[in-house]
């Protein structure tokens, strides 16, 4: 008997699974320059965040759900600190910090370490909310802009990977960009680029040849 029971809810688990990763699809914003799956196309909410500073920073979040959870990435635009030019470190480099703070206060903290994506420097919670349901957070922060993304489900559900593992920042042309591991202390400012869209950059030129190429087979695709 308890093994059947451990079967079916293992079933349960699969299907669910199967189920919320169906009718997902890739969404890239060349706008705030990230891309993520969502379960269908995400709405748009527009808003001020304001920083550990007291700076007024625009934002937008953009918002998808289904039957199992919500699904949303928020990203702040920083360019706009009050901050005199200067003195703007401690508000960029510890944005991250800060805004896991305040996602801390939400609930409890079951998982609190380092993450990175594409060699980006990062952070990821695991919140568990007052009516059960859990928050997996990643935060990220890339040239001039905070990026935190959330995936909200019950408390008996997965961790919802198809969410999670699809976050990516990329450049203006939509490719995702990748770092190396040098220069890790300068980074983003002098810190080498590895890949663009998959393919290596050995030279800024190369980068160029690929963004150029790219386009090239984007629009003899579309012609």
């Known amino acids: 008997m308890r093994m059947w029971k451990l079967i079916t809810a293992m079933t349960f688990l699969f299907y669910a699974g199967a189920a919320s990763a169906q009718g997902w ?3 890239v914003n060349t706008d705030d320059f990230f891309s993520v799956n969502f379960p269908g196309e995400p709405w748009v909410e527009e808003f001020i965040y304001v920083s550990e500073f007291k700076s007024p920073l625009p934002s937008r979040r953009y918002i998808a759900e289904d039957a199992i959870g919500r699904y949303q990435m ?14 703007q470190g401690l508000e960029l480099r510890g944005a991250m910090a ?23 420097p990062g952070h ?8 059960g349901r859990r928050n997996f957070v990643q935060i990220h922060y890339h040239d001039y802009r905070l990026y935190i993304a959330e995936a909200i489900v019950a408390g008996n559900m997965p961790p919802p990977a198809h969410f999670q593992a699809s976050v990516s920042i990329v450049n203006g042309q ?14 983003p400012d002098a810190r080498p680029v590895l890949s663009i869209g998959g393919e290596i950059v050995n030279t800024e030129a190369d980068a160029l040849d690929i963004i150029n190429n790219s386009d090239q087979r984007a629009s003899g695709q579309e012609n």
């Open 74 to 87: 928020t990203v702040i635009d920083m360019h706009t600190t009050v901050r005199p030019p200067g003195r």
């Open 174 to 187: 939509g490719h995702q960009i990748r770092y190396t591991g040098e220069g890790f202390h300068q980074f």
């Open 124 to 131: 990821q919670l695991q919140i568990t909310l007052p009516d």
């Open 98 to 120: 800060y805004a896991a703070t305040e996602l801390r206060q939400t609930g409890e903290v079951t998982y609190d370490a380092y993450g990175e994506i594409q060699v980006i």
């Open 25 to 27: 699809i890739e969404y």
